[in-house]
Structures are given as C-alpha cells and as structure tokens.
T-cell receptor
Framework: AQKVTQAQTEISVVEKEDVTLDCVYETRDTTYYLFWYKQPPSGELVFLIR??????QNEISGRYSWNFQKSTSSFNFTITASQVVDSAVYFC?????????????FGPGTRLSVLP | NAGVTQTPKFQVLKTGQSMTLQCAQDMNHEYMSWYRQDPGMGLRLIHY???????DQGEVPNGYNVSRSTTEDFPLRLLSAAPSQTSVYFCASSYSGLAKGRTDTQYFGPGTRLTVL
C-alpha cells in the first residue's frame, strides 16, 4: 500500500530564513510519481512540482528546490529566503503508475508560517 | 478554459438532508476524482472515474454516490448527510497519459465547504 508521511505538522520561521519541508513515502511500485502542492489561506490547491521515480535529478525553481532520494524514500522541499507569501499548508503526494489518476495519496500536510 | 469548477462554494445542511455537489471540467480529462479534506489528515479519496460511465470507490466512499454520464461532469451525492461529513470537498481531474510521458498532474477545483448540523 502507498503512504506519505510529513512528520512536521507546523513550522514557523522568520522571513528570509531557509526552511525544508520533509516528505517520506512508501510504495511497492517501481514506477511512481511524487508531487508537492501548496494550499494558501484562500484554500485552493496549487501544483508546485511533479517528479518521476525514474528521474532522480534535483530541481530548482527560483527560491524553491526539491531533493529526491530513492535510497531514503524522501522527496524534501526547500524554500530559500522565505517570504510571508510562502505561508501556507504544503502537501506531498504520491501516485503509483499502475493506477495514476485513480488514486493520489496525500500526506497530512505541513503548515508553514513565515513571520515578518 | 475555466479548468475545474465546483458549486456551491459553501453549503450548510441538516442531518439527514441530501444534496449534490457539482463538478465540471473543460479540459477533456479522462480521470476525475472527489476528495475530502479534514484537519490534520490531508486529502482522502472518496470516489473516482476513469471515463464516462465508469466509477469506482476510493478510501472513504461510505455515504457518497457518484455517476459520470459525460466526460465533463462528475457530481457527488450525499444521500443522507451526517455531521461526520462536515469537510471541505475537492474535485480534481487529470489526463490518463502518464505512460506517454506527460509532465502533468491533477488539477483541482476551488473546493466546497460543507457543514452538516
């Protein structure tokens, strides 16, 4: 069975600090997809990134970076020089290739508060 | 392109009432899903559909019905509302084309906040 764990329930940082959100996943499938979503206070879900299991390259997009490590089943998300607008709940999600689209499994989310 | 739309945005029901949450997408996506979001639990899958006329149960299907008569629409019906169904409901849609290497994801609607008294 697939499972996603986000051990950090809430994180508070001061603006301009770097912060890393942890995501650990479990799956028996050899091909799978990992995602990060942002849910700002307004409530909508904003797609941030998708990573395929066969592509272990790390990715950087502006102040955001993602570290995918199959050896530890982790897909961590780092925000560099955090800003108040980064305050949101962040969800990590997993979808196995065999049933992609039919079942995304989400972690419980990490609430990030960036203080001015 | 409106993306994924949901109506209503807010709803208050009394225990035992029934209602339908509407979801529509204009992206010609094969897959559509309904999730509920409860505090501290992330999103949990209620029902999903892989195409018109085909639906299946997710992790928490009890108390909900779905149907998919068209590609665009995927309504969620609460047959007899209970306080335990107080939640935020999200509809999502996606292509089924991961095997073709699409760098795609699920697209979510804005959500419906439901309160059952």
């Amino acid at each position: 069975a697939q499972k996603v764990t986000q051990a950090q329930t809430e994180i508070s940082v001061v603006e301009k600090e770097d912060v890393t959100l942890d995501c650990v996943y479990e799956t028996r499938d050899t091909t799978y997809y990992l995602f990060w979503y942002k849910q700002p206070p307004s409530g909508e879900l904003v797609f941030l990134i998708r990573r395929n299991s066969f592509d272990e390259q790390n990715e950087i997009s502006g102040r955001y970076s993602w570290n995918f490590q199959k050896s530890t089943s982790s897909f961590n998300f780092t925000i560099t020089a955090s800003q108040v607008v980064d305050s949101a709940v962040y969800f990590c999600a997993l979808s196995e290739a065999v049933n992609y689209g039919q079942n995304f499994v989400f972690g419980p989310g990490t609430r990030l508060s960036v203080l001015p | 392109n409106a993306g994924v739309t949901q109506t209503p945005k807010f709803q208050v029901l009394k225990t035992g009432q029934s209602m339908t949450l509407q979801c529509a997408q204009d992206m010609n996506h094969e897959y559509m899903s309904w999730y509920r979001q409860d505090p501290g639990m992330g999103l949990r899958l209620i029902h999903y559909s892989v195409g018109a006329g085909i639906t299946d149960q997710g992790e928490v299907p009890n108390g909900y019905n779905v149907s998919r008569s068209t590609t665009e629409d995927f309504p969620l019906r609460l047959l007899s509302a209970a306080p335990s169904q107080t939640s935020v409901y999200f509809c999502a849609s996606s292509y089924s084309g991961l095997a073709k290497g699409r760098t795609d994801t699920q697209y979510f609607g804005p959500g419906t906040r439901l309160t059952v008294l």
